[in-house]
């Protein structure tokens, strides 16, 4: 796996000149990296490209420059970059509606301790959430949590070698799956080296 260090990092002036394209090259890369669970639930999975620009993205937006800085952002964003053997992903409950949406993060409490991963009807993987910090309390669950599917060696051969995969969600409230397409799949398979 690529590390994402300083170094990696375009300067401000270099990065505002090339954004326009950098922007453009990262949305085309996360078309294959978004899933829909149901009709509210989207997952984003990362990687070096779309963590790397959202540091960049960070950096330009809070003018930092100091190095110190720079090194906080970065321990912050680097944990979200898989390590080879699990995938990450950023889980996004959207509801438009600002009333129905608190409601629904009520009703929805504790849903990112039930998103699984699953190839082939094997076992179900289920994903570890919210490393950083707590984002849910007693009465409600927090539109955005951040998951990683953690696997051994074993299931990688059954994600490399399954017919179908399928992701969803084992809350009583919101219970629903989909299968990745094959383009995410393939995208999906490049964290798994």
């Known amino acids: 796996m690529k590390n994402l260090t300083q170094d990696s990092l375009l300067s401000l002036e270099d990065y ?3 954004r326009e394209q950098i922007k453009a090259d990262v ?5 294959h990296r978004s899933v829909m669970i149901g009709e509210n639930i989207i997952l984003l ?7 790397h620009y959202q540091v960049q993205e960070m950096l330009r937006i809070e003018k930092i420059t100091d190095q110190q800085d720079i090194q ?25 509606d600002i009333v129905q949406r608190k409601q629904m993060l009520a009703k929805l ?13 094997l076992k179900r993987v289920f994903a570890i959430c919210d490393e950083d910090l707590e984002r849910s309390n ?14 051994d060696n074993e299931y990688i051969k059954s994600i490399k070698n399954a017919a179908k995969i399928n992701i969803g969600t084992s809350h009583s ?21």
């Open 16 to 18: 505002e000149k090339k």
């Open 27 to 31: 949305i085309n890369h996360k078309k």
């Open 72 to 96: 906080e952002e970065l321990r912050a964003y680097i944990p979200l970059i898989p390590d080879g053997n699990n995938l990450k992903a950023t889980m996004l409950i959207m509801y438009p």
């Open 173 to 193: 409230e919101y219970e629903c799956s989909s299968e990745l397409s094959d383009n995410v799949v393939k995208a999906l398979l490049n964290d798994l080296d």
């Open 138 to 151: 007693d009465q409600k669950t927090s539109a955005v949590h951040f998951l990683r599917f953690q696997f």
């Open 45 to 51: 999975f990362e990687d070096y490209m779309t963590i």
């Open 109 to 121: 409490n504790g849903i990112e301790n039930e998103v699984w991963i699953c190839a082939d009807n």
